[in-house]
């Protein structure tokens, strides 16, 4: 009973935060497979949602749809009040600076070191910053927010594929987002480097107050960070709610994804 | 019937192919002129294609040098023009075989590393990486590779023609005892304006090639570790196939200058 209360509450705090992203009846499809089908979905101030789907279940175009890395066939993408489905590309990059992206495969660039991979987003969004601010102080402090500042003059290829997740989420902090997209943050990741890289993630998110969008298979990570899950089925959102909601329904679409 | 359709669709592909290859270029253009100019990645890359083919073209060039006089020697012994080697070495190397050779050698190196490179940075979503840090990655990676063949590639030509011409000397040096100062008088009073301005605007051409196809193949690579070989692989065999193209259409327009 107090459970139940707990997560009323906490749904009805939510819904009165200011809402950083919304998606409203997206469809995109490849030729003839239609991957999403009229997909919607809120992103609050301060909240982790969570998008749970099978494999092939337009997560991930979802996800490129709403950076502007695709583009959508229709329906609005609003992220903090710009729709991105019909800004130019000007505003748009001004726009991505308030939003992180840590990809699956951490997408660092091998040809540079981890210092350099780190000051590659500060080149084009350097007037977020005070002119006086020390390029190297700021790659310092999202090295040490992940625990790898001894890493620093390190090439990517000498990293281990959890330092690698590590560093990638350096580099999407260093410009200060608001918002954060995980794209399978625990994916490929033994489960103690998993269970670090998902505390990091939820002590990022106690630290500055950012919104995060995780997409994962993780039923562990989901239950760890989510206050509220969104389950992609059929390109739609086919159930919302917390956890402990969708976990304890009895649709056979949903328990499928807890019978892990 | 059946290879008739064949031969049919695959034209339509190659016809396809030309005309992505062209808007390629076209973007190409676009983006060169317009700021923000990344000087530093440009150097980089042309140190790195200089660096990185030097010694391949100085050995090709001395060996073609060395092969051309040995084999020639015997014929023009024959009718008694032996004096005539180093003009008909002079303008065939400088006309003709140093841009061919040094081209192609190049398009193998530099062409198959561009297409391997940008193709390896598509599949591990480095390119979306940047696009999402607001870097615009065309102009980051194609401009500053392309701008940096045709920049290269006629300066290696040139280090591969002297390089040939040495190794011709040194034949005939050590066959017919003749002094450097000779042969290079004899080389250089047989050489026109009109033999050295084609070669060194063909040799633009030809870096163009190199740099548009391999930027071009690596850039829209399919997805997985055999996209990368097969981007890297069609670089090669697309641009030498240009190369030649580009040689018959250059020896087309000097004739007819020289005909004027």
Known sequence: MKETQDIATQSENLEQRPIVLQIKDLHKSFGDNHVLNGFNMTLYKGENLVIMGKSGSGKSVMIKCLVGLMEADSGSISVMNKDITTINRTTLDILRADIGFLFQGSALYDSMTVRENLEFPLRRHSEKFDHKTDTNTLVIEALENVGLADAIDLMPSELSGGMKRRVALARTLILQPKIILYDEPTSGLDPITAKEIILLMKEIQTKYNTSALIITHDVDCARFIADRMILLISGVDYAVGTFNELAASKDPKIMAFFKQ | ?260
Do not use: H
């Open chain 2, 1 to 260: 019937m059946l290879s008739i359709q064949s031969i049919g669709n695959q034209l339509n592909t190659f016809f396809i192919e030309i005309g992505e290859l062209s808007y390629f270029a076209g973007r190409y253009f676009k983006e060169a002129i317009k700021p923000p100019f990344e000087f530093k990645e440009l150097l980089r890359q042309c140190y790195s294609m200089g660096n990185r083919s030097l010694l391949l073209v100085a050995i090709t060039g001395f060996i073609i040098g060395l092969v051309l006089t040995l084999q020639t020697r015997p014929t023009l012994m024959e009718f008694g023009a032996v004096s005539w080697m180093p003009s008909m070495v002079g303008i065939s190397i400088v006309r003709e075989i140093g841009p061919m050779i040094t081209a192609l050698v190049c398009a193998g190196r530099i062409g198959s590393g561009i297409g391997a490179e940008l193709g390896s940075m598509r599949v591990t979503e480095q390119i979306d990486a940047m696009e999402v840090s607001g870097t615009n990655p065309f102009k980051y990676l194609v401009v500053t590779r392309v701008l940096a063949t045709t920049l290269m590639i006629p300066l290696l030509v040139i280090v591969g023609d002297a390089i040939a011409l040495y190794g011709s000397f040194l034949v005939e040096n050590l066959k017919g005892n003749v002094s450097f100062t000779l042969y290079f008088n004899q080389v250089f009073d047989s050489l026109e304006f009109g033999d050295i301005l084609p070669a060194t605007v063909k040799s633009f051409f030809f870096g163009f090639a190199i740099g548009i196809v391999g930027c071009f193949k690596g850039y829209y690579c399919k997805k997985g570790t055999a996209g990368v070989g097969k981007a890297a692989n069609s670089a090669v065999v697309f641009t030498s196939l240009l190369l030649f193209i580009i040689d018959f259409i250059a020896v087309f327009v000097t004739d007819i200058f020289y005909e004027l």
